[in-house]
Structures are given as C-alpha cells and as structure tokens.
C-alpha cells in the first residue's frame, strides 16, 4: 500500500544509526517532517546528510540531541519537540541491550537504567504527544520490541485471569478512568472465567516438574486438570 505522510511529523527515537534511521529516511520519503533523536549529534548529523542526499528539505528535518534515560533531559527534548508542533507518528526505537550476562552480578542500578530507556521513556514520550493526537484524531505510536519477548532467556508465567484482589480492585474503579478495562474484567467475572489462585499455583507447580526453561508458561497449557 502506497503512504503518504505529507503535512505528518514524525518523531523517531535512536534515528543516529541502524533501524531508527532507516525508519526516519523511510518516513521522510514518505512526505513527513522528521525528528530524530538520540545522544550522539554526530550520527544525527549523517542522518541528515543523508536525508539531504535523498532530497529532503532542511525544513523537514530536526535534530533532538538527547538522552532518554535522563528524565530531565527526556522532558526538555519532549518539550523542544513540541514547541515546534503536534507529533503525528512517534517511533520508540532507541534501547539498550544491557546489561547482557549471566544473572548473577547484574546490578540494579543497570536494570534500572535499561528500563528507564526502554521502558519509562517510551511511556514518557507517548504521554507527551498523546494530547496532540487526540486534538487531531490521528497518531500513530509505535513500540520497537524484540523476539526476545517470545523466547524470554528465564521463564515467564502467565497467572491466568485469577480471582484476586487486584481482580476486584480493577473491577471496581471508575470506567472514566480504565475504560475498556472495565468491562472485560467485569465481564470475566459476571461470566464465571476466573480461576482460583490454587489452580493458577498448581498449574505453576506441575510446570516446575519439568526441565525447561526460556519459555513462557501459561496456565491454560499447563498440563494438570487442575
Ligand atoms: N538489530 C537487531 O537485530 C534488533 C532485533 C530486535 C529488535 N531490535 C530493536 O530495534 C531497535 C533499534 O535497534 P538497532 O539495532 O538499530 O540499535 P542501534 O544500532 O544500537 O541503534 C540504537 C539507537 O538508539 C539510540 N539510543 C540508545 N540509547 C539511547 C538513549 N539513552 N537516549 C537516546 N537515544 C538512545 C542510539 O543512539 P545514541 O547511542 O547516540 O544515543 C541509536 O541511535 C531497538 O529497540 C532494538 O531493541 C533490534
């Protein structure tokens, strides 16, 4: 299918190099204005040249030096952006891959960084734009993942719709505020769905019989009747 993003502007996160900038000369192809961030001016600088190269006007291209996993620095690059104009397509791509490793001797502070990057900062941003989208009903945000999610490195395990008190708490908030939430988890409820948090558990424990690993394991394939 043909695009046209003329008159859109889009914000592409790590478009210094790799994905980020592939997807930022697709889109400025593609008729959108284009801004890209990321930490290092230089490899925003050969995105531009770049884009240059393929035609693109100047006025089609901004550059946001910098650094997501600084909430102050996130905050006045959101700002700057937006100052500018209404973000129409925003493009959470920059993240990190550490820390890599074996578990043992990760320390926290990096897990704490690699989802101040990878994951606050993707919300961050798409809250910051969000309002402009709903002005103009029309955004699009996306978030660039990974296979990794369906082939985890530990194992994940999927609870299952259990009968708790968060269950009960997220029934019982206002729709204004969760919307579609709302019905589904009262509808489950009304409709009898949810499991006992023993089943959930024995579902759990029949899997830990066995050997594997890097997977994610669900309640409703466990193998027990429970
Ligand atoms: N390559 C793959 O095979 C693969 C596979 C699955 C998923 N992905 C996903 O695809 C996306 C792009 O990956 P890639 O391979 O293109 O990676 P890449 O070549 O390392 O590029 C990452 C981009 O993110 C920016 N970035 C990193 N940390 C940042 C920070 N704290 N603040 C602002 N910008 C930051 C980098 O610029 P600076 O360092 O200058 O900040 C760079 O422009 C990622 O979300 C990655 O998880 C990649």
């Known amino acids: 299918m043909a695009t046209d993003f003329a008159g859109k502007t889009a914000l592409i996160t790590g478009a210094g190099r790799g994905i980020g900038r592939a997807i930022a ?28 190269e393929r035609g693109v006007p100047l ?44 578990t043992i001797g990760i320390a926290s502070a990096d897990v704490r960084l690699a989802f101040e990057i990878n994951v606050v900062a993707p919300a961050a941003l798409t809250a910051a734009v969000l309002p402009g989208m709903l002005d103009a009903v029309w955004g699009r945000v996306v978030n660039i993942s990974s296979g990794i999610v369906a082939a985890p490195a530990g194992m994940v395990y999927r609870p299952g719709g259990v009968d708790t008190a968060m269950q009960a708490w997220i029934r019982q908030q206002d729709p204004e505020r969760i919307g579609a939430l709302h019905e589904r988890f009262n509808r489950n409820f009304a409709e009898g769905t949810l499991i006992t948090p023993e089943h959930s558990a024995a579902a759990l424990l029949a899997h830990l019989a066995g050997d594997d690993t890097g997977a994610i394991w669900d309640v409703s394939t466990a193998p027990v009747g429970a």
Request: charged share 25%; hydrophobic share 50%.
């Open 25 to 52: 000369l697709g889109l400025a192809d593609a008729g959108a204005r284009v801004v890209l961030l990321a930490r290092t001016a230089g490899q925003l600088d050969e995105t531009r040249a770049l884009l240059r």
């Open 59 to 102: 006025g089609r291209i901004s550059l946001v030096p910098a650094d997501l996993a600084d909430e102050e620095d996130r905050d006045r690059a959101a700002a700057a952006v937006l100052a500018t104009g209404r973000v129409d397509i925003l493009v959470n791509n920059a993240a990190t891959v550490e820390p890599l490793g074996p």
